[in-house]
T-cell receptor, first 112, second 117 residues
């Protein structure tokens, strides 16, 4: 069965550093990959979408890569700030009309 | 501002009672809305897909008679947890996409924390 894996352990980094979060998947051929941010007690908020034929996407301090050979996406936050502290979820979908499937999320803690 | 509104944000009910949760798309029409359940420190589990004007599609293992979904208009879907039990206590979240594609970004409500005593 398809599986989406994100590091369940929290990632702690110092303010100003680059945070890198990983999303790995198996038994799946996604055409689209999305990243969301979720704060405690709130619903997720969409950040970026990347298509299978795109290697990289950027939005302000955010960068997402999508490697269909490695079956992996990396999510980078440059010049991280304490306000970036949240849980980040990756989600995959394909062109077969399957629902968006979410990974378990990785909690990021940026310390001042 | 929020484009999907979910109400109530918190509800406490007694075992055996029913609870209705509303999900509204505020500035777009949503023929499809999604309902999720999330346990602490776990991912979103899709419960069902709410389809305007037709029956909801439930994921495997989700009891349709327990979690009643009604999508009566293009901007409103409701989830009713019937005969709630303590094990139904959870965080329920709805979402909708502006585009009628499963690949389009989703807008989420802020969730409903249900506690069944």
């Amino acid at each position: 069965s398809q599986k989406i894996e994100q590091n369940s352990e929290a990632l702690n980094i110092q303010e100003g550093k680059t945070a890198t979060l990983t999303c790995n998947y198996t038994n799946y051929s996604p055409a689209y990959l999305q990243w969301y941010r979720q704060d405690p007690g709130r619903g997720p908020v969409f950040l970026l979408l990347i298509r299978e034929n795109e290697k990289e996407k950027r939005k302000e301090r955010l960068k997402v890569t999508f490697d269909t050979t490695l079956k992996q996406s990396l999510f980078h936050i440059t010049a991280s700030q304490p306000a970036d502290s949240a849980t980040y979820l990756c989600a995959l979908s394909n062109n077969a009309g399957n629902m968006l499937t979410f990974g378990g999320g990785t909690r990021l803690m940026v310390k001042p | 501002g929020a484009v999907v509104s979910q109400h109530p944000s918190r509800v406490i009910c007694k075992s055996g009672t029913s609870v209705k949760i509303e999900c509204r798309s505020l500035d777009f029409q949503a023929t499809t809305m999604f309902w999720y359940r999330q346990f602490p420190k776990q991912s979103l589990m899709l419960m069902a897909t709410s389809n305007e004007g037709s029956k909801a599609t439930y994921e495997q293992g989700v009891e349709k008679d327990k979690f009643l979904i009604n999508h009566a208009s293009l901007t409103l879907s409701t989830l009713t947890v019937t005969s709630a039990h303590p094990e139904d206590s959870s965080f329920y979240i709805c979402s909708a996409g502006r585009e009628a594609s499963y690949n389009s970004p989703l807008h989420f409500g802020n969730g409903t924390r249900l506690t069944v005593t």
